[in-house]
């Protein structure tokens, strides 16, 4: 069956800590891997899109990279502005997105 | 920037009612989704549509519908409010597939409760 799994549910760091977050699929033929950023009571914001095992993308403190099983999204140094939940995605079928139930990752001053 | 609208941020129903999610996008993607987001259970599509007049069931359609009238606005329908249906409504758009699946950018969400 296609899944996307993300670990830990839930992760808190002291700021400056540096860690990773996990997404795993299930899926063959993928046609890319979505990193999502969700602060509470708003919509997921784009990060990052991975087409391809070895593909890495960078966005200030973030990293994602991706292989074939799996992707992290590295956090380097973060600041408490980083606490949020970080959603990842893979298309499943034409056009549809199946998320995983996210990470809430909370940076602690 | 892509801009996606929601009508309501929040919105409070009774039982039975009628509802009207509205969702307006500014980019001229073809492709418009309809998602719930409750806690443990992350995002599920209710429905989406790839061009003006067509739509396609997601994972959870039942007890809504959609109607895609204009390309730009995409909108969803509970025909009868219950108390299930109390939960985070996002919507979002996405380009067309070109052998890709682009990335798809969400509005703001509206939290709706039925009581």
């Known amino acids: 069956e296609d899944q996307v799994t993300q670990s830990p549910e839930a992760l808190r760091l002291q700021e400056g800590e540096s860690s990773s977050l996990n997404c795993s699929y299930t899926?063959?033929?993928?046609?890319?891997l979505f990193w999502y950023r969700q602060d509470p009571g708003k919509g997921p914001e784009f990060l990052f899109t991975?087409?391809?095992a070895g593909e890495e993308k960078e966005k200030e403190r973030l990293k994602a990279t991706l292989t074939k099983k799996e992707s992290f999204l590295h956090i380097t140094a973060p600041k408490p502005e980083d606490s949020a939940t970080y959603l990842c995605?893979?298309?499943?079928?034409?056009?549809?997105?199946?998320f995983g139930t996210g990470t809430r990752l909370t940076i602690i001053p | 920037d892509v801009k996606v609208t929601q009508s309501s941020r929040y919105l409070v129903k009774r039982t039975g009612e009628k509802v009207f999610l509205e969702c307006v996008q500014d980019?001229?993607?073809?492709?418009m989704f309809w998602y719930r987001q409750d806690p443990g259970l992350g995002l599920r599509l209710i429905y989406f549509?790839?061009?003006?007049?067509?739509?396609e069931k997601g994972d959870i359609p039942e007890g809504y519908s959609v109607s895609r009238e204009k390309k730009e606005r995409f909108s969803l329908i509970l025909e009868s409010a219950s108390t299930n249906q109390t939960s985070m409504y996002l919507c979002?758009?996405?380009?067309?597939?070109?052998?890709?699946?682009?990335?798809?950018?969400f509005g703001p969400g509206t939290r709706l409760t039925v009581t």
């Open positions: 979002a758009s996405s380009p067309a597939d070109r052998g890709l699946t682009y990335e798809q950018y």
């Open positions: 899926v063959s033929g993928l046609r890319g």
């Open positions: 991975l087409y391809s």
């Open positions: 995605a893979a298309p499943f079928g034409n056009e549809k997105l199946t």
């Open positions: 980019m001229d993607h073809e492709n």
């Open positions: 549509s790839y061009d003006v007049k067509m739509k």
